[in-house]
Structures are given as C-alpha cells and as structure tokens.
C-alpha cells in the first residue's frame, strides 16, 4: 500500500476498521493555512510583495495604481 494520495489508501481500508483508524491518525496530511501562498492579490493574483494591513490585500504594484481611489495620498 505504497501510495501518495492518502485517500486511496482510505478506500482500501473500509474493511479494516482498526487500520483505518490508525492510517489516520497517522498518515494523512494536516492542513496548512498562513503560508505565502494563501495571501495573493485579490486584483491580480500575485504571491509576492503583499501588503495585507488594513485588510487592503493588494500586490504593491496593484496598489500604487488604485492608492489613490482608495484614499491615500502621496507625500514627498
């Protein structure tokens, strides 16, 4: 039973209870949240630079094109 999808695995252990059991508990992935990837741009999707303060969730490049819709302003 040498498999990387653990849900294959499960199927074949529906009449194994005991197995099934320990398989997951043991074997099945935990889920992950908080990762880079989880946070992307609402506008374009990209992972990288994300600004997220203030719940804006942009890339900085989406948002030094919609700052000043938002209501920021740029000061020299």
Request: proline share 3%; charged share 30%.
């Amino acid at each position: 039973m040498t498999t990387t999808d653990h849900t294959k695995v499960m199927k074949q252990l529906q009449g194994k209870p005991g197995k099934k059991l320990k398989h997951a508990k043991y074997s099945v992935p935990k889920q992950r949240t908080g990762s880079a990837l989880d946070k992307k741009c609402k506008r374009c999707g990209r992972t990288g630079a994300h600004i997220s303060k203030y719940g804006i969730n942009l890339c900085r490049q989406c948002f030094r094109d919609v700052a000043t819709k938002i209501g920021f302003k740029k000061y020299n």
